[in-house]
């Protein structure tokens, strides 16, 4: 076989372009990472568009979508999840899959939609049992346990972080167990539960760590002002007093997230306000509301915001002005962000269809095209046996006739006889 140099040399160039273009994907993709660059990353997924590879354009896609969550576009981010989900299925790197329902399900979570981030979590499981990939379906049941726990479902969630509990002791992940206990100490606390089941819950999550350590203060930390909630709703005020105070001492020693700060303030402002300490409670609510970033809100805010409305209508005329904007202008982010996301699962859901429809007529094809390739394998071996026949038949024929023209040529013929 004989190659034409013009051939060759066309081969030659595709294939260097090809990696420069993928060392250039690689680089760029590289410094997005590094950067937390969106414009960077969409650099990248224009390389990777050009290649026409499935695995770089899912890479891409999920870059652009991690730090788009990451500065609060959700809306944005949420679509781009859903085009790097569509390009890792056609790569078929489930593992990519799994991480981004995981991410898809948080956002969904972050905006109420519990049911919605539940389906994308049981999609996530599905494909992680298909892959074997055990840590990633208990962390995709702790987000469903998280779910039901937000929507209410206290004993449902509660079972299922017991469930996982053990399973996650097995993989040697201290940070979730601690997280697991942490849940069902707030389930107990929240269902009025006696003190000694809650302390006991939180003591286990501090003891899940091996070793000293922020995520242990952290845990230290939530037990404290979390028994002093369950002593405010016991209407042990003075005994709540000096656990929230050593949890603010404590926090205020190191830098922990917005949440935990307003709750701190919120339970000791609650506390000073029943033991008629109304100066020191003004105080504390309104570091609270310092604490409270309508940005980066969550919808564990909506708790320490109804409380605030509370004490401002009640107990502080003069601040309810102040505290009805910060009120507002979290109602009015949390209205916009549910808009948003409700367009965005319409979009999803149509696209999910399509895609589901497409799949269906694929199916339907390729069942068509294996019956078709079926019938023709059947008539090829039925030709084959058919023809394997007629030689038996013949073979069977010719023999036949040599035998008898043997048997003929051994007959014995008549002959003269000795005298006697």
Not at 278 to 305: H, L, R, V
Not at 336 to 355: G, I, M, P, R, S
Not at 389 to 408: A, S
């Amino acid at each position: 076989m004989f190659f034409k140099p013009r051939a060759c040399l066309f081969f030659l160039f595709c294939l260097t372009s090809s990696l420069k273009a993928s060392d250039e994907f690689q680089q760029l993709y590289d410094s997005a990472n590094k950067l937390g660059s969106v414009p960077l990353a969409k650099r990248s997924l224009e390389v990777a568009q050009g290649l026409k590879d499935d695995e770089l354009m899912g890479k891409a896609y999920f870059l652009i979508a991690f730090y788009q969550q990451y500065k609060r576009a959700y809306y944005e981010s949420l679509k781009n999840y859903f085009l790097a989900e569509e390009h890792y299925r056609r790569a078929k790197n489930i593992e990519r899959q799994i991480s981004t329902l995981i991410n898809v399900g948080g956002i969904y979570t972050k905006g109420g939609f519990y049911e919605e981030a539940g389906q994308f979590y049981n999609l996530g499981i599905e494909l992680a049992q298909q892959n074997g990939d055990t840590m990633n379906e208990l962390i995709l049941r702790y987000q469903m346990a998280r779910s039901l726990q937000l929507m209410g479902s206290y004993q449902e969630a509660r079972k299922l972080y017991s469930d996982l509990i053990p399973q996650f002791q097995n993989q040697h992940d201290e940070m979730m167990v601690s997280k697991c206990y942490l849940s069902i100490g707030y389930i107990v606390a929240i269902s009025g539960e006696v003190y000694d089941t809650a302390d006991y819950y939180y003591s286990k999550a501090v003891e899940s760590f091996s070793e000293e350590g922020k995520d242990k203060n952290q845990a230290e930390i939530t037990k404290k002002y979390s028994l002093g909630y369950v002593y405010i709703k016991q209407n042990s005020f003075k005994k709540a007093k000096p656990l929230i105070l050593s949890a603010l001492e404590q926090a205020q020693t190191g830098s922990y997230s917005s949440k935990t700060m307003a709750d701190i303030y919120f339970n000791l402002a609650t506390t000073y306000e029943h033991l008629n300490m109304t100066d020191s409670a003004i105080i504390m609510y309104e570091k609270g509301i310092e604490y409270i970033d309508t940005e980066a809100f969550d919808f564990d805010y909506t708790q320490s915001i109804k409380r605030l409305y509370d004490y401002c209508r009640t107990f502080n005329p003069a601040e309810s002005e102040a505290c009805s904007k910060v009120i507002y202008d979290f109602t009015d982010e949390v209205v916009e962000f549910k808009d948003k996301l409700v367009d965005a699962n319409a979009h999803y859901q149509v696209a999910a269809a399509n895609l589901h429809r497409k799949n269906e007529l694929l199916n339907a094809q390729q069942q068509r095209d294996r019956r078709v390739i079926n019938f023709m394998i059947f008539l090829a071996l039925g030709l084959v046996i058919f023809s394997g026949l007629l030689f038996y038949l013949y073979e069977r024929k010719r023999r036949i006739q040599k035998w008898r023209k043997v048997l003929k040529e051994l007959t014995i013929k008549p002959g003269l006889t000795n005298p006697s």
